[in-house]
């Protein structure tokens, strides 16, 4: 079992940044495919940024804007969002997939105000 908290949402207007953070309760070992994922009032849940076997891929909406990386002594991953924009209003979550397991974070609202 692995629990995943994230921290870092809030409230910023259009073309700030913020930085999320979702820390894993232990250390992963082997072959893990880590994300974050959004959610829009009313919406469906999308991806945002996959890491997966070596590879990372961004959704088209926020290429050049976000950035994704990972602290390994931390045990935590980060979603840097930079020229935000209100469109990326969103609940954001982190995810992580080892095996045929799949572990949520609880979500942390982002709100960007034009």
């Known amino acids: 079992q692995v629990q995943l908290v994230e921290s870092g949402g809030g409230l910023v207007q259009a073309g700030g940044s913020l930085r999320l953070s979702c820390t894993a309760s232990?250390?992963?070992?082997?072959?893990?495919?880590m994300a974050w994922y959004r959610q829009a009032p009313g919406k469906q849940r999308e991806l945002v940024v996959i890491i997966s076997g070596g590879s990372t891929n961004y959704a088209d909406s926020v290429k050049g804007r976000f950035t994704i990386s990972r602290d390994y002594a931390k045990n935590t991953m980060y979603l840097q969002m930079n020229s935000l924009k209100a469109e990326d209003t969103a609940v954001y979550y982190c995810?992580?997939?080892?095996?045929?397991?799949?572990?949520w974070g609880q979500g942390t609202q982002v709100t960007v105000s034009s």
């Open positions: 232990r250390r992963i070992v082997g072959n893990v495919d």
């Open positions: 995810n992580y997939q080892i095996g045929s397991s799949v572990y």
